[in-house]
Structure formats: structure tokens, C-alpha cells
């Protein structure tokens, strides 16, 4: 008898367990991430950076499984035909056509609002074939404004500042070219890389927690802005 009702429960178990992946496939958000923005003078940024940006971030979604993410060959089709403007506001009106022409009921907008590099000389350097050891160090830090507008209302339902900084020793491997590819190619191994990697893998964290899993994360990431506003308040002098 117990045979049996195993024999007949577990059918039952995987067809539900089935079903239920199903539905929760059918039900993640539908995200599709526009070109980014530049307000800054970053020497590495050129043309089709922006384009670079918005790929990584869909490839770092898709990556986490827990969205459905627009192909960027259908996104940039659609978005040539709209006005975005300079701001990168998107009106109601201009996020529901992007909505129904895309499927994407969220657009990701990224824009590069600050970056500084820093090299200082140690003494001591040395060069050879291409490999240079000590003699220099060097620093980037990069800040990126997110917003993700829901193109039913056109509305910003999140936002946020994301913050890194990187730092190399006094070893630079200048062999290496290998990188991001497109127009970032070459910077991987670079603090600048590093720290658009860096970027990169925070917004998607922070999507996934805000949009998905919406669990004590959420607190986690409000302290962690909290921080980050102190720390900037606290660089300036306010008069």
C-alpha cells in the first residue's frame, strides 16, 4: 500500500514542483537596459561605450536568472525611434510605446556621473619587454545614477547612486590586452575595469534584491545608501 501511494504521490510532487518553476518563470520581470550615459570626461569612454555598458548589465541579469531580459538588438531598434532626450527622462507616453513594441515592462537606465583616476610614482620602476614592476600605483573610481522606469506609468519606481574604486600594486602586466571587448577592451586588468566590473555586478545585486527577492536585503542595501551619503556629506565642506 505505502509502495503504491509513493508510486503515486511523487508523480503528483514533481508534476506540481514542475509547474510551480513554470509559473514562477512565466511571472519574473520582464527588464530590457538601455545604452548608458556619460556626464563625465572619462578618458575610456567612446563610441559604442554605452552600448558596451548596457550589454554587460543584461549579460550580469540574464546571468542571475531571476528576470527576463529584452535582446539588445530588439531594444535598440526600438529606442532609435524614440526621443529619449538628454536627461534620459522617459515620458509616460514614450515608456508604454517601449513597453509594447519591446515586451519589457522595466527600462534600466544607467549614466556614468563621476569618475577620477589617480597615479602616483613610488620610485624604484623598472620596464622590460612590455612587463613594468613598481615605479607606479594607480586608483579609479567610477559612480553610475541608476533608474528603472516602469513603462506602464512612466514612472521611476527605483533609483540609486552605485560607488567603486579600485587600486593596483606596482605590478602592471601592459602584455596582457585582453578585456571587456568592443570599445573597453583593454581594461579589464586595469583599476578602471575593475571597478565597472564592479559597478556592473552591484546594480544587478541590487535589482534582483529590490525587484525579486524583497527580503532583508532590501534593508541591507537602504543602510548601505545611508553610508554612502554620509561618506559624501562628509568629503565636502558644507557652508
Given at each position: 500500500?505505502?509502495?503504491?501511494?509513493?508510486?503515486?504521490?511523487?508523480?503528483?510532487?514533481?508534476?506540481?514542483?514542475?509547474?510551480?518553476?513554470?509559473?514562477?518563470?512565466?511571472?519574473?520581470?520582464?527588464?530590457?537596459?538601455?545604452?548608458?550615459?556619460?556626464?563625465?570626461?572619462?578618458?575610456?569612454?567612446?563610441?559604442?561605450?554605452?552600448?558596451?555598458?548596457?550589454?554587460?548589465?543584461?549579460?550580469?541579469?540574464?546571468?542571475?536568472?531571476?528576470?527576463?531580459?529584452?535582446?539588445?538588438?530588439?531594444?535598440?531598434?526600438?529606442?532609435?525611434?524614440?526621443?529619449?532626450?538628454?536627461?534620459?527622462?522617459?515620458?509616460?507616453?514614450?515608456?508604454?510605446?517601449?513597453?509594447?513594441?519591446t515586451g519589457a515592462k522595466y527600462?534600466?537606465?544607467?549614466?556614468?556621473?563621476?569618475?577620477?583616476?589617480?597615479?602616483?610614482?613610488?620610485?624604484?620602476?623598472?620596464?622590460?619587454?612590455?612587463?613594468?614592476?613598481?615605479?607606479?600605483?594607480?586608483?579609479?573610481?567610477?559612480?553610475?545614477?541608476?533608474?528603472?522606469?516602469?513603462?506602464?506609468?512612466?514612472?521611476?519606481?527605483?533609483?540609486?547612486?552605485?560607488?567603486?574604486?579600485?587600486?593596483?600594486?606596482?605590478?602592471?602586466?601592459?602584455?596582457?590586452?585582453?578585456?571587456?571587448?568592443?570599445?573597453?577592451?583593454?581594461?579589464?586588468?586595469?583599476?578602471?575595469?575593475?571597478?565597472?566590473?564592479?559597478?556592473?555586478?552591484?546594480?544587478?545585486?541590487?535589482?534582483?534584491?529590490?525587484?525579486?527577492?524583497?527580503?532583508?536585503?532590501?534593508?541591507?542595501?537602504?543602510?548601505?545608501?545611508?553610508?554612502?551619503?554620509?561618506?559624501?556629506?562628509?568629503?565636502?565642506?558644507?557652508?
Open positions: 500500500m505505502k509502495k503504491l501511494l509513493l508510486a503515486t504521490i511523487v508523480p503528483l510532487l514533481a508534476v506540481f514542483l514542475a509547474a510551480g518553476y513554470a509559473e514562477a518563470r512565466r511571472n519574473k520581470p520582464v527588464l530590457a537596459v538601455a545604452e548608458f550615459k556619460n556626464d563625465t570626461a572619462a578618458y575610456w569612454w567612446r563610441g559604442g561605450t554605452g552600448r558596451d555598458l548596457a550589454s554587460m548589465l543584461t549579460n550580469e541579469l540574464a546571468a542571475g536568472k531571476k528576470f527576463k531580459m529584452v535582446e539588445r538588438k530588439k531594444l535598440d531598434a526600438v529606442l532609435k525611434e524614440q526621443d529619449l532626450g538628454a536627461s534620459g527622462r522617459v515620458k509616460a507616453s514614450t515608456a508604454a510605446k517601449i513597453g509594447k513594441l527600462l534600466v537606465m544607467g549614466t556614468v556621473t563621476s569618475f577620477e583616476e589617480n597615479v602616483s610614482g613610488t620610485g624604484g620602476g623598472i620596464s622590460f619587454g612590455g612587463i613594468s614592476i613598481g615605479g607606479k600605483k594607480k586608483e579609479a573610481y567610477v559612480a553610475v545614477d541608476l533608474r528603472v522606469v516602469n513603462t506602464d506609468t512612466g514612472e521611476v519606481e527605483h533609483f540609486r547612486t552605485v560607488e567603486a574604486s579600485s587600486k593596483s600594486g606596482g605590478l602592471s602586466l601592459g602584455i596582457f590586452k585582453g578585456g571587456f571587448g568592443g570599445t573597453l577592451g583593454g581594461e579589464k586588468k586595469t583599476p578602471v575595469g575593475k571597478a565597472i566590473r564592479a559597478c556592473v555586478i552591484e546594480i544587478a545585486e541590487y535589482l534582483e534584491c529590490v525587484m525579486v527577492d524583497k527580503d532583508s536585503c532590501v534593508e541591507d542595501y537602504e543602510a548601505k545608501e545611508s553610508r554612502r551619503r554620509e561618506r559624501t556629506k562628509g568629503s565636502i565642506d558644507l557652508q
